[in-house]
């Protein structure tokens, strides 16, 4: 069985999407290669989870009404409500708010400032490991 090792996040201001995933999430970024891509640290080694990259976007971001048209990522956040503020504050938007998935957690979506999506989800302590 094949697993995800990797995401990319494409951008169309790099620094500008680079601040914002590190304010929100606390995730690492250091410049590979003289590249124009950033490999991103999102934990320690010890946790579930995969690292990533940040690359310039090669063309137009997705437009305000364009249909979902890559794999979603979610991240798992220890609260919900706050980095959905955060995340407001941040330039996101919520695009789909804030739902219960049973014996899970709650789960929300944004766009991330360069109308990336990506999944937030705040797992309920009671439903143990829940789904991932």
Same mark, same amino acid.
């Not at 490999?39 to 320690?44: R, V």
């Given at each position: #069985?094949?697993?995800?090792?990797? $995401?990319?996040?494409?951008?169309?201001? !790099?620094?500008?999407?680079?601040? $914002?995933?590190?304010?929100?999430?606390?995730?690492?970024?250091?410049?590979?290669?003289?590249?124009?891509?950033?490999?991103?640290?999102?934990?320690? &080694?010890?946790? =579930?989870?995969?690292?990533?990259?940040?690359?310039?976007?090669?063309?137009?971001? !997705?437009? @305000?009404?364009?249909?979902?048209?890559? $794999?979603?990522?979610? +991240?798992? +956040? !220890?609260?919900?409500?706050?980095?959905?503020?955060?995340?407001?504050?941040?330039?996101?938007? +919520?695009?789909? =708010?804030? #739902?219960?998935? =049973?014996?899970?957690?709650?789960?929300?979506?944004?766009?991330?400032?360069?109308?990336?999506?990506?999944? +937030? #989800?705040?797992?309920? =302590? &009671?439903?143990?490991?829940?789904? @991932?």
């Amino acid at each position: #069985m094949s697993r995800v090792i990797h $995401f990319e996040i494409h951008a169309s201001r !790099p620094s500008e999407l680079i601040a $914002f995933y590190r304010e929100l999430f606390g995730w690492k970024f250091s410049q590979w290669a003289n590249q124009e891509y950033w490999l991103i640290e999102t934990g320690a &080694a010890d946790r =579930p989870g995969i690292n990533g990259g940040l690359t310039q976007r090669r063309g137009p971001a !997705p437009s @305000g009404e364009q249909p979902v048209n890559c $794999f979603s990522c979610t +991240v798992e +956040v !220890p609260g919900l409500d706050k980095c959905l503020e955060d995340a407001r504050r941040l330039g996101a938007e +919520v695009v789909v =708010p804030k #739902m219960p998935i =049973p014996g899970v957690g709650w789960l929300a979506y944004l766009k991330d400032p360069d109308r990336n999506i990506l999944g +937030v #989800m705040q797992h309920d =302590p &009671a439903a143990g490991q829940g789904a @991932g």
